[in-house]
């Protein structure tokens, strides 16, 4: 059963919104990791999140939503408040309406992750862990990109891969992939900020201005970013136009981008198991196949 807002909780959060009085809570969708609510108080509402005690998700989602709002890029719902108790963690965001993106907000996303992989960091990493969906992701500070990936990224989650089973040849496949690095990644690429976690599903407008959410951030590679867009789903033309009229792709990218989401479909067999982990073979087999390995 989901968490649910008690009065108490309620009562709290009437201190974060405009108004004095208890707000309303309304189911609403919010992804398979927390329970979500509408908080409606009057003519205003607030987007709240609830988990259970201890997992540290919400506090680093709402460490992740400042980095990229402070950057004043793409546009992420601002944090009203961050707190626990006993029974539950909560996060209180703005609430946005959000609905697809138009063809406008496309060309806007483009210009503004454009500007927000142009905030850069001095190495890799950030200055603090956390989760990529439910699965922790550590990011220790690297000023090699080729290292990073290696051990942070693909040997964490082959780690993880192996507790649940993975099976030998795809595991040894992988570790093949991670020794290549240096021909799959010739140059390293400076650490851009990145959401971590920008699948179609996080991705979202109001208006025709673009929004993002549950991010993972990090400072990476900004082709980390891009590649994920494209792992489930496809941005449309105006987004790539816009993009690199404004950052130009490197030489290569294709094979980056398959490299890439190599880490989330190993994120995603730990998380869900099924056919993801045949999905890893073959995006190794054809890394290895580039490269003559």
């Known amino acids: 059963m989901s968490l649910q807002p008690d009065t108490p909780l309620l009562e709290e959060l009437a201190g974060f919104m405009p108004e004095a009085t208890t707000p309303r809570p ?3 969708s919010g992804g398979s990791i927390a329970s979500a ?17 201890g997992t540290g998700v919400l506090e680093a989602e709402a460490a992740g939503l400042a980095e990229l709002g402070d950057a004043d890029a793409v546009r992420v719902p601002a944090v009203l408040a961050a707190g626990a108790d006993a029974g539950r963690d909560w996060l209180l965001l703005e609430y946005l309406p959000l609905e697809a993106p138009s063809p406008g907000a496309w060309t806007e996303l483009g210009r503004a992750l454009a500007a927000q992989h142009g905030v850069t960091a001095d190495a890799h990493g950030w200055y603090r862990d956390n989760f990529i969906g439910a699965t922790p992701q550590p990011n220790p500070r690297e000023t090699d990109w080729r290292v990073f990936y290696r051990d942070a990224r693909l040997g964490h989650q082959l780690r993880l891969a192996r507790e649940r089973g ?27 900020l990145l959401h971590g976690d920008l699948w179609s599903g996080n991705i979202a407008a109001a208006g025709d201005t673009p929004v993002i959410y549950d ?23 105006e ?29 995603h067999y ?19 196949a580039e490269i003559g390995a």
């Open 270 to 288: 730990n998380l869900f198991g099924g056919g993801f982990s045949g999905q890893a073979r073959r995006i190794c087999d054809y890394l290895l």
């Open 37 to 53: 609510w509408r908080l409606r108080q009057g003519a205003h509402e607030a987007f709240l999140k609830l988990m259970s005690p």
């Open 239 to 267: 987004f790539w136009a816009s993009y690199e009229q404004h950052r130009p792709l490197a030489p290569g990218y294709e094979l980056r981008r398959d490299l890439y989401n190599l880490y989330h479909l190993l994120n």
């Open 26 to 28: 309304v189911p609403a």
């Open 166 to 192: 993975l099976d030998g040849a795809t595991a040894r496949r992988v570790e093949a992939v991670m020794t290549a690095l240096d021909k799959l990644v010739p140059d390293s690429p400076q650490p851009s």
């Open 215 to 237: 991010p993972a951030v990090y400072y990476g590679d900004a082709d980390a970013d891009l590649a994920m867009m494209e792992l489930f789903g496809a941005p449309p033309p």
